[in-house]
């Protein structure tokens, strides 16, 4: 009876018309946005007040660059800890004009007392470089912030932010938990639709005119399809077993996960809960990244990427021209691999092997003296150097400077494909992969002819999720040069 109940509810799901998964305005873009925005104001206000504080005369460029430096630090730093970068405070504007105020005041008060301290003595130039600063910094973040409360408040009301959201569980308590949010958190969720392992004709009548899904076995794929952002798990408290059975399936996708904490008996402090409007729910599992982090490493990897790209551009241009006089054929070699929420993406390398002899399953992995691996192909590969064309993946929005490796599709060790060795093999795949990682620079890198090489690989990739940070990824960069020269493992 159970196994019918879940083929008529996976029916039904394949009937039904869900709405298209592109959300028209993406949070993360808005928040990086205000990120860059307020940078620039920063830079581009100090830099102009010192101009107009000179008259004319030449700036000391040392003493302007490390001005432009500590303030900005100062006040990027103060505005993220009093939590400006979120899509609910970017809305709040009065709150972000108080915050935008403080930021730029602390900042150039922190640069003064240095300067003081330092014992410089323009103390008439220092004045007017600080007002002037905080004048224009202020005037235009705040005129900029004014704007963008309107944009949300627009677009919130469109319904264009709105959370994309399933409902787990077909009962009272998702009942409840709907007409709650319905109530209280208009504009923040789109509800997709409910899963349930039980058919129609069993749920409450109220659940009616939402789509019932599947069953929870549908859970995972339909998550990743549909781009869903956020699942309710509305079971009593009570029904242990079934989130647990609920909550197994879901920790490797890239989604918010809420415990609907109505009904139950158990009482904890406001902080301890999650509030949608005025629904307490309790937190199970968070994406890795919130938006703002989304955003920072967004800006981070083009911005360094693009530097490179530029910095790199004559052996670029050499590493082509060798390529293409090595063996007749296309200089770039392009394989499709898995990327972020296991979407696959074609990932930019200098083709190393010879033109018919190329894998782009990767069905077999290049050994120590392959044939199928040019001569040139060979000191590209064992340099790394073939990878350096996924830089422009990473401007494309593909790739991350850092990241889990991303594998091709048909990736074995020790003849076994990878996601049945390691169980948690796809929860890797809840962040951009990069073009070097925390396993790479810890020696798990090149083929994988065992299978401890990949569990181990993959160990090191949920480590770098789980502790990801700006300055992780800036240690990891600076580290791959010495684990490409040093390494032994990959040819």
């Known amino acids: 009876m159970r196994a019918l109940a879940r083929r008529v509810a996976a029916e039904a799901a394949r009937d039904i018309d869900v709405p298209p998964p592109a959300r028209a305005v993406s949070q993360p873009a808005i928040i990086g946005a205000a990120l860059l925005f307020d940078l620039g104001a920063f830079l581009a206000s100090g830099i102009l007040s010192h101009m107009r504080a000179l008259g004319g005369a030449a700036p000391d460029l040392k003493f302007l660059i490390w001005g432009l430096f500590l303030a ?42 240095d300067c003081v301290l330092a014992g410089f003595e323009q103390t008439a130039f220092l004045r007017q470089w600080s007002l002037d600063w905080f004048a224009w910094g202020v005037g235009a973040t705040v005129l900029s912030r004014a704007l963008l409360a309107l944009a949300i408040g627009a677009w919130t009301r469109q319904g264009a932010l709105a959370r994309r959201t399933v409902i787990v569980g077909g009962g009272e308590q998702a009942l409840e938990t709907i007409r709650r949010l319905e109530a209280s958190g208009k504009g923040a969720l789109e509800i997709l639709g409910v899963f349930d392992d039980r058919d129609r004709t069993r749920l409450p009548d109220g659940l009616g005119r939402y789509r019932l899904l599947g069953a929870f076995d549908d859970l995972e794929k339909f998550c990743r399809n549909q781009k869903v952002d956020l699942l309710i798990i509305a079971f009593p408290l009570t029904a242990e077993k079934r989130i647990l059975h609920v909550l197994q399936k879901l920790w490797a996708l890239p ?73 007749p054929g296309p200089i770039l070699f392009v394989q499709k691999r898995y990327g972020f929420n296991n979407e696959e993406f074609g990932v930019y390398k200098f083709r190393s092997m010879y033109t018919d002899q190329c894998d782009h399953a990767a069905a077999k992995q290049v050994t120590r003296g392959d044939p199928r691996v040019t001569p040139f192909g060979a000191f590209i ?109 990959a040819f």
């Not at 403080?102 to 003064?112: E, G, M, S, T």
């Not at 991350?400 to 020790?414: D, F, I, M, T, Y």
């Not at 796809?426 to 396993?439: E, L, Q």
Request: glycine residues 6%.
């Open 255 to 327: 989604v918010d996960v809420r415990i609907s904490a109505l009904g139950g008996k158990l009482r904890l402090r406001d902080r301890a809960y999650n509030f949608i409007g005025d629904v307490p729910f309790l937190p199970a599992f968070d994406k890795p990244m919130k938006d703002w982090e989304v955003a920072l490493k967004a800006i981070f990897d083009r911005c360094v990427a693009l530097l490179a790209i530029v910095v790199l551009s004559p052996l670029l241009a050499l590493l082509a021209l060798g390529v293409k006089l090595s063996s």
């Open 381 to 489: 590969r064992r340099a790394s150097l073939d990878e350096l064309p996924q830089l422009f993946n990473v401007l494309r929005g593909d790739l991350s400077l850092v990241g889990p490796r991303p594998h091709a599709l048909k990736s074995a060790a020790a003849g076994r494909a990878y996601e049945a060795v390691v169980v948690n093999y796809f929860a890797r795949h809840r962040v951009k992969p990069g073009i070097t990682g925390w396993a790479q620079i810890n020696g798990w890198r090149g083929e994988t002819d065992t299978e401890e090489k990949i569990e181990q690989r993959v160990a090191h990739d949920l480590h770098y999720i789980e502790h990801w940070s700006v300055w992780l990824d800036i240690g990891i960069l600076l580290k791959t040069p010495i684990a490409v020269l040093w390494g032994k493992n």
């Open 72 to 113: 900005t630090a100062v006040g990027m730093f103060t505005l993220q800890a009093r939590w400006t970068y979120t899509i609910r405070a970017l809305a709040d504007f009065p709150r972000q004009t108080l915050n935008l105020m403080l930021a730029f005041a602390l900042a150039i008060a922190i640069w003064d007392a």
